[in-house]
């Protein structure tokens, strides 16, 4: 079993930063990709940016240029640095790792999320 745990959420004032950290603990195995999403209420679940394994990132286009993932692997911990935030970027922020591990003689793949984090742009 794998524990993502996310902190770093508030409330900031349009135009400023925040950081987000989601720290891993558990049994976990490969970390394929993790990865920020966000939702607001009634809506779905959207990609913010995603790292994989070799430290690749992908970024949302709302989230390119100001927004920066990155991944402790030592400390089992991965970030999300938000600058220039909007009201728009409102919303709960979900942490998620893909984990594979040895299971049954084979490799089994296993998806985990965070409770999720509060973010409030607002004046």
């Known amino acids: 079993q794998v524990q993502l745990v996310e902190s770093g959420g508030g409330l900031v004032q349009p135009g400023g930063s925040l950081r987000l950290s989601c720290a891993a603990s558990?049994?976990?195995?490969?970390?394929?990709?993790m990865g920020w999403y966000r939702q607001t209420p009634g809506n779905q679940r959207d990609t913010v940016a995603t790292?994989?394994?070799?430290?690749?990132?992908n970024y949302a286009d709302f989230a390119e240029g100001r927004f920066t993932i990155s991944r402790d692997k030592a400390r089992n911990t991965m970030y999300l640095q938000m600058s220039s935030l909007k009201p728009e970027d409102t919303a709960v922020y979900y942490c998620?790792?893909?984990?594979?591990?040895?299971?049954?003689?084979?490799?089994?793949?296993?998806?985990?999320w965070g409770q999720g984090t509060q973010v409030t742009v607002s004046s």
């Open positions: 998620h790792a893909q984990i594979q591990v040895q299971e049954g003689g084979g490799i089994k793949s296993y998806d985990y």
């Open positions: 558990g049994n976990l195995g490969w970390v394929v990709a």
């Open positions: 790292i994989n394994a070799f430290g690749n990132t």
